[in-house]
């Protein structure tokens, strides 16, 4: 993971909508009134929710100003936290988890399809359809390994041909639905249910 | 007190030290990076690390608070070990490019690493690249060498006032930059060079131009702006190569502006350096026996009466002195020193000093500014109230807007009518100040030009005089004088008939009653010259010798030695580092040589002077000490009130004086500050 850099064309004006005004008073209250300051991070995700999934300058800096506090404090924020988008993403964004688990039941497979289908690097909006992608760390489902988040859902229990058919269906803007593509039911295990230790080992 | 052990050794310490500060009472040196005395603690270079017992692991000294009967040990293997560790991950990524880097010599980095470097690396990875940023005209950057040790973050947040600077990324691909890389929008920017304890941040003008080693360093006092800051001028041959600031915590701490720091560039250009002398409308060369000859012709054609002498912003005390007796040998005593026309009441001292001086604003616990902008005026100042500010909270109002001083303050009113209600109890400020155990009033210089400057200042004093605040202990009342050798001036009686009219000299100045004008190394005077023989004698063609008919080149403030008093009326000492250019001369000397030609034998030596200064100093206590109190004389002045609006004079930061104006590099501090007042952008 390298620095972050932030986009060349950035738009010139940022400003929560209504919606997202009402949101920010919530997130407010959750603050003691002299340290408003911590609800940047809240505030940038709802910034970066507003704006297609990455978030502008403009936007740093009226977070900046809303809760004033310096640019660059912001700034520091949205730099370190690899969460933070701070160039556009394509409208199917596909965050690959590659950390251990993953990669020992096939990130890598998964990672070399995202070349082939959708950019060869990381963080390159696709020719066809709307797709982009990045490797990332942990996402915390490694019961289900390998898996993939696309937006905000996770795909679990891929292997490649699944895979080819999800991201196919990006591309087409007909996403396939979310969840284990081995049939299991959460994470509940696959076959039979055992209860209660029965038949266990 | 309670008691630490180092190294074996029981010591006493006071509560609230660390263990690092402590271990420095015991004289055991701790390598540090990250750590610095004047900012807050980070801990993250790991540089310090001590052994305590009982502790499995060894911690961190800078951030651990020192506690009763702690054992530390700081000679063992364990340390040596925790700290070769620390350095190997310091130098994994760090370039290996000391020859070709600004800061060998002194870097932090290259010394301690001769302690608990290793010789060989085990780090078999590329190492990390980072690209340049820019950070200004000031500070070069070369951030491949950066370690994080996030001093020059810290610093810009609360020392400078200036968030500007932060660290961005994360983990190896941590970065230091400013915001977008833009360059530092504040006056005390150019410190971070010195905090920065590799080749970061380096000097962008002194870039490649000699090695620490090869410089001669003498230890002086800054004369760009009335604060006195003190400075360390280092010399390569005679050329000043750079100023760097000199630890005193009652004056600059360890910093200093940007203008006493780069100005100095502007020593070398410029310059005056033979006698000048205007025919056919063009000043042409010529030598010191024809100049001063031409001199002594006008001086004979005209009646005494109508000479007139204006001393400059940077004119040591001596080199004054020996003026006024040159002018009293030509039996003028046209003399002044303003450049404006500011009420000053020179009765008794405390009448233009900063009388609760510059550490006594820790201690204050209420804040009045009236007319003026400390930020431009005095830098080091401006961040001392601002200290106070961070650290105390202390509540700071301002009568007149002085725009970002780079703390908060409340602007009370913009009218001089405010002033008339704190005096007459009126205002919700008069209480403010009453109930204050140690409040501070600034008065500015531009609230001393208007037309009820006098009554501003001798209300105000009588005032703080009737409701006893003016004490042995405390006094309230401070001028801020802008220019470095106003007080001295004050105190040399320079200006005659103090108490008649204040403005003799302005107004026959602009009747022209003056045939002849001498300019001792005065360039900020505002006059229009219709007929008068202008005679400059200075350092710099500047705005001064444009007009002058003669020039006399003279040394400047790094070229001789000097008394000179800063605003809280401390005599301190510049000393001598480098030697007048060409043909120039010491002023006293050339105020011999013109005794000589008019065949007078009243010459003076400069130990001479320098005797007579110092005894003519009122309340002069010892050389680099603040003055004696004095009991204040409550004398009523009758004055007028007049209704007035308070503006502050802008000041043009980077262009106050003779030196700063030729200095190449102060001129590109100014247009990127004027281009971020036009256009509000930058780079």
């Known amino acids: 993971m390298s620095l972050k850099k932030v986009h060349e064309d950035q738009p010139k004006d940022f400003k929560f909508n209504s919606e997202n005004l009402k949101k920010v008073e919530e997130i407010f209250k959750r603050y003691p009134e002299k340290n408003k300051k911590s609800a940047v991070m809240p505030l940038l995700y709802l910034a970066q929710r507003q704006n297609d999934n990455w978030i502008p300058l403009a936007a740093m800096k009226y977070i900046a100003n809303y809760l004033s506090i310096p640019y660059i404090s912001v700034y520091e924020v949205a730099t370190f936290y690899t969460m933070y988008n701070l160039a556009p993403v394509g409208k199917y964004f596909i965050q690959v988890c590659t950390t251990t688990p993953c990669l020992i039941r096939g990130a890598d497979k998964i990672v070399k399809l995202c070349k082939d289908k959708i950019s060869p690097n990381e963080n390159e909006i696709s020719k066809q359809g709307s797709c982009s992608w990045m490797e990332v760390e942990c996402l915390g489902a490694c019961v289900s390994a390998p898996m993939v988040q696309i937006n905000d859902d996770y795909y679990e229990d891929l292997d490649e041909k699944n895979t080819k058919d999800i991201l196919e269906s990006l591309i087409k803007d007909k996403p396939l639905k979310p969840g284990s593509y081995r049939g299991r039911k959460n994470t509940a295990p696959e076959k039979k249910l055992n209860t209660n230790g029965e038949n266990h080992a | 007190?309670?008691?630490?052990?180092?190294?074996?050794?029981?010591?006493?310490?006071?509560?609230?030290?660390?263990?690092?500060?402590?271990?420095?009472?015991?004289?055991?040196?701790?390598?540090?990076?990250?750590?610095?005395?004047?900012?807050?603690?980070?801990?993250?270079?790991?540089?310090?690390?001590?052994?305590?017992?009982?502790?499995?692991?060894?911690?961190?000294?800078?951030?651990?608070?020192?506690?009763?009967?702690?054992?530390?040990?700081?000679?063992?293997?364990?340390?040596?070990?925790?700290?070769?560790?620390?350095?190997?991950?310091?130098?994994?990524?760090?370039?290996?490019?000391?020859?070709?880097?600004?800061?060998?010599?002194?870097?932090?980095?290259?010394?301690?690493?001769?302690?608990?470097?290793?010789?060989?690396?085990?780090?078999?990875?590329?190492?990390?690249?980072?690209?340049?940023?820019?950070?200004?005209?000031?500070?070069?950057?070369?951030?491949?060498?950066?370690?994080?040790?996030?001093?020059?973050?810290?610093?810009?947040?609360?020392?400078?006032?200036?968030?500007?600077?932060?660290?961005?990324?994360?983990?190896?691909?941590?970065?230091?930059?400013?915001?977008?890389?833009?360059?530092?929008?504040?006056?005390?920017?150019?410190?971070?060079i010195d905090l920065c304890p590799v080749g970061a941040l380096t000097s962008k003008p002194y870039a490649f131009e000699a090695r620490p080693w090869?410089?001669?360093?003498?230890?002086?006092?800054?004369?760009?702006?009335?604060?006195?800051?003190?400075?360390?001028?280092?010399?390569?041959?005679?050329?000043?190569?750079?100023?760097?600031?000199?630890?005193?915590?009652?004056?600059?701490?360890?910093?200093?502006?940007?203008?006493?720091?780069?100005?100095?560039?502007?020593?070398?250009?410029?310059?005056?350096?033979?006698?000048?002398?205007?025919?056919?409308?063009?000043?042409?060369?010529?030598?010191?026996?024809?100049?001063?000859?031409?001199?002594?012709?006008?001086?004979?054609?005209?009646?005494?009466?109508?000479?007139?002498?204006?001393?400059?912003?940077?004119?040591?005390?001596?080199?004054?002195?020996?003026?006024?007796?040159?002018?009293?040998?030509?039996?003028?005593?046209?003399?002044?020193?303003?450049?404006?026309?500011?009420?000053?009441?020179?009765?008794?001292?405390?009448?233009?000093?900063?009388?609760?001086?510059?550490?006594?604003?820790?201690?204050?616990?209420?804040?009045?500014?009236?007319?003026?902008?400390?930020?431009?005026?005095?830098?080091?100042?401006?961040?001392?109230?601002?200290?106070?500010?961070?650290?105390?909270?202390?509540?700071?109002?301002?009568?007149?807007?002085?725009?970002?001083?780079?703390?908060?303050?409340?602007?009370?009113?913009?009218?001089?009518?405010?002033?008339?209600?704190?005096?007459?109890?009126?205002?919700?400020?008069?209480?403010?100040?009453?109930?204050?155990?140690?409040?501070?009033?600034?008065?500015?210089?531009?609230?001393?030009?208007?037309?009820?400057?006098?009554?501003?200042?001798?209300?105000?004093?009588?005032?703080?005089?009737?409701?006893?605040?003016?004490?042995?202990?405390?006094?309230?009342?401070?001028?801020?004088?802008?220019?470095a050798s106003t007080v001295g001036l004050l105190d040399l009686k320079i200006i005659p008939n103090q108490k008649e009219n204040n403005f003799t000299f302005f107004n026959n100045l602009e009747n022209k009653k003056f045939k002849l004008l001498y300019l001792l190394g005065s360039d900020n005077l505002d006059f229009k010259k219709d007929n008068e023989f202008v005679v400059y004698q200075g350092s710099h063609g500047d705005r001064g010798a444009e007009v002058a008919d003669i020039v006399l080149p003279s040394a400047t403030y790094t070229e001789q030695e000097g008394l000179y008093e800063n605003l809280e009326g401390r005599v301190q000492e510049c000393k001598k580092a480098s030697y007048p250019i060409g043909e120039a001369l010491e002023d006293w000397k050339i105020f011999n040589r013109i005794i000589k030609k008019m065949g007078l034998n009243d010459t003076t030596n400069f130990d001479q002077l320098r005797k007579e200064v110092l005894n003519s100093i009122p309340n002069f206590s010892e050389l680099n000490e603040l003055p004696k109190n004095a009991e204040s004389k409550n004398s009523k002045i009758q004055s007028n009130f007049v209704s007035e609006k308070i503006t502050i004079r802008e000041l043009d930061y980077y262009y106050t004086n003779s030196i700063s104006r030729s200095s190449k590099t102060m001129s590109e501090c100014r247009q990127i500050r004027q281009k971020i007042k036009k256009d509000g952008t930058n780079n």
């Open chain 2, 1 to 192: 007190m309670p008691k630490i052990t180092i190294n074996g050794k029981e010591i006493e310490f006071e509560k609230g030290m660390t263990v690092l500060q402590a271990c420095e009472l015991a004289n055991v040196e701790i390598p540090r990076f990250c750590y610095h005395e004047k900012l807050s603690i980070a801990g993250n270079c790991r540089m310090c690390l001590v052994e305590m017992e009982k502790s499995p692991k060894p911690i961190a000294s800078c951030a651990m608070p020192a506690a009763e009967g702690m054992n530390i040990k700081t000679n063992t293997s364990l340390v040596e070990k925790a700290r070769k560790g620390v350095m190997e991950f310091l130098l994994a990524n760090h370039p290996l490019d000391c020859p070709v880097c600004d800061q060998g010599g002194e870097c932090d980095l290259q010394d301690q690493s001769l302690y608990y470097g290793v010789d060989k690396s085990r780090f078999v990875e590329n190492k990390r690249d980072v690209k340049e940023k820019y950070m200004g005209p000031l500070i070069k950057t070369q951030m491949t060498r950066c370690i994080h040790c996030t001093r020059c973050v810290r610093f810009a947040t609360e020392i400078a006032g200036v968030p500007e600077i932060g660290a961005i990324g994360r983990g190896e691909n941590m970065q230091i930059t400013t915001y977008l890389e833009k360059s530092m929008e504040s006056e005390l920017s150019a410190n971070v």
């Open chain 2, 214 to 483: 090869e410089l001669k360093k003498t230890e002086s006092v800054d004369v760009m702006d009335a604060v006195g800051s003190n400075i360390r001028v280092d010399t390569y041959n005679w050329e000043v190569k750079r100023i760097l600031p000199r630890l005193n915590n009652d004056i600059n701490e360890e910093w200093i502006s940007d203008k006493t720091r780069y100005s100095c560039d502007g020593l070398l250009k410029q310059r005056l350096d033979v006698p000048y002398i205007k025919k056919e409308n063009k000043l042409q060369k010529s030598n010191w026996d024809e100049a001063l000859d031409l001199l002594i012709k006008k001086i004979k054609e005209v009646q005494p009466n109508e000479i007139a002498g204006h001393i400059g912003d940077m004119i040591n005390m001596e080199n004054a002195l020996g003026f006024k007796k040159l002018f009293n040998l030509i039996k003028s005593n046209n003399l002044e020193f303003r450049e404006k026309k500011f009420y000053i009441n020179s009765s008794e001292k405390i009448n233009y000093i900063f009388n609760s001086s510059i550490n006594g604003i820790e201690q204050s616990d209420f804040i009045l500014l009236i007319g003026t902008n400390p930020r431009h005026e005095a830098s080091m100042l401006n961040a001392r109230i601002r200290k106070a500010f961070v650290q105390k909270k202390v509540p700071i109002f301002s009568i007149g807007d002085p725009g970002d001083l780079t703390y908060d303050y409340k602007i009370i009113s913009d009218k001089t009518d405010e002033i008339k209600k704190i005096i007459n109890n009126e205002s919700e400020l008069s209480n403010k100040i009453l109930s204050a155990k140690n409040p501070i009033i600034i008065i500015g210089e531009s609230v001393l030009e208007l037309e009820s400057g006098k009554y501003i200042f001798e209300e105000i004093k009588n005032f703080l005089i009737q409701n006893n605040k003016i004490s042995q202990e405390w006094n309230p009342l401070n001028i801020l004088i802008q220019n």
